[in-house]
């Protein structure tokens, strides 16, 4: 029975993460705020997709998401819970609910142990499995993955990426798991194992209620793939919505850049075609609204106010000046056209 301050399972959203913050010292002792106050929900049995230019903090978000890193600021709460940064000590059992895949299977899988032995081992860090039921356990976890149970005694450079991703999949099951925090984990693999990994993804979400937090550069898996998502700017928010609506109707001009993007030719990610110049340097993050140097719309009010985060419509949020609170959403087709930088009068 749950004691009084412990909430019960099944109160309050899967993982919950407000207003974190994650901070890096550069050699020079320059400190880089690699995510600067990033809010997100993800509810239960719900799939994410958190997107965004390469370095915006993606995966400094995923590695606090489960304390991996620390949190310089705000807090991550799995299940309610407060997410703590691991120490060399084992991982709090009631957080091993909450597991992480990586983008690469075969630095994350050990190459001289079989795959059964790796996933027996899994299942005793928990003492998930009595020794008896350890091996039909590894069949169970390698069959919800799509694997023969003669997978269990191969080694992993005898399966190819897409099994492997599948392995590492399996490994983090083995948790019992009810939220997986996957970063980047199709990057490695080829256009069809991309698919079929993606699929499997959403099937095991469906058949486990399992919420999944994945990050992808790949845009057009995430539109296929997540119920939300949420889009980074060097460090924070500008918006999140549900997939379908936010790909027909973009609310922030970031997103609006983002649907258009093209893919880089050697596969790194994305190029939003239409913003002009680079992605600041985080260290050095651009005054009140971050986007507004490579904005197609902003005025006066956007280099000096940090933009609040609106509820817009249903489920969907929005960080940008061009939204005014309380007002039917400002469409791409109703913004000021084309930039000149307004003098707005207050
Ligand atoms: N250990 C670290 N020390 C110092 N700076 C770091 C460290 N890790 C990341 N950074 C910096 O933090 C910023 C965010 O990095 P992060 O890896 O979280 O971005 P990302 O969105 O995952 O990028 P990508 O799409 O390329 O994986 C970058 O400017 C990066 O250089
Ligand atoms: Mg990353």
Known sequence: MASDNVPLNGEGPALELRDVEVVYERR??????????ASLTVERGQIVGLVGES???????????????????????????EVTPLTRRARPRELARL??????????????????????????????????????????????????????????HQFSGGQRQRIAVARALAADPSVLVLDEPLASLDASAQAQVANLL????????????????????????????????????????????????????????????????????????????????PAHPPAACRFHPRCPYAFDRCSKETPVTLAIESERTVACWLQAGGSPPARPGERPQPLPLLHAEE
């Open 28 to 37: 020079g002792r320059e400190r880089v705020r690699a995510v600067a106050g």
């Open 55 to 81: 370095g915006c903090g993606k995966s400094s978000l995923a590695r606090a998401s489960v304390g991996l890193v620390p949190a310089a600021g705000g807090s991550v709460l799995f299940e309610s819970r």
């Open 99 to 156: 597991q992480m895949v990586f983008q690469n299977p075969y630095s994350s899988l050990n190459p001289r142990r079989r795959i059964g032995s790796q996933l027996a081992d899994a299942l005793d860090v928990l003492d998930l499995a009595a020794p008896r039921e350890r091996r039909a356990r590894v069949e169970e976890l390698l069959d919800l993955v799509g694997l023969p149970a003669s997978a269990a005694a191969r080694y992993p």
């Open 202 to 281: 959403v099937d095991l979400s469906r058949r486990l209620s399992l919420s999944l937090l994945l990050i992808s550069h790949d845009l057009a898996i995430v539109r296929h793939v997540a119920d939300v998502v949420s889009v980074m700017y060097l460090g924070v928010m500008v918006e999140t919505g549900p997939a379908r609506s936010l790909w027909s109707l973009p609310l922030h001009p970031y997103t609006e850049a983002l649907i258009g993007a093209v893919p880089h030719p050697d596969g790194s990610g994305f190029l939003p075609e239409a913003l002009p110049g680079e992605v600041p340097d």
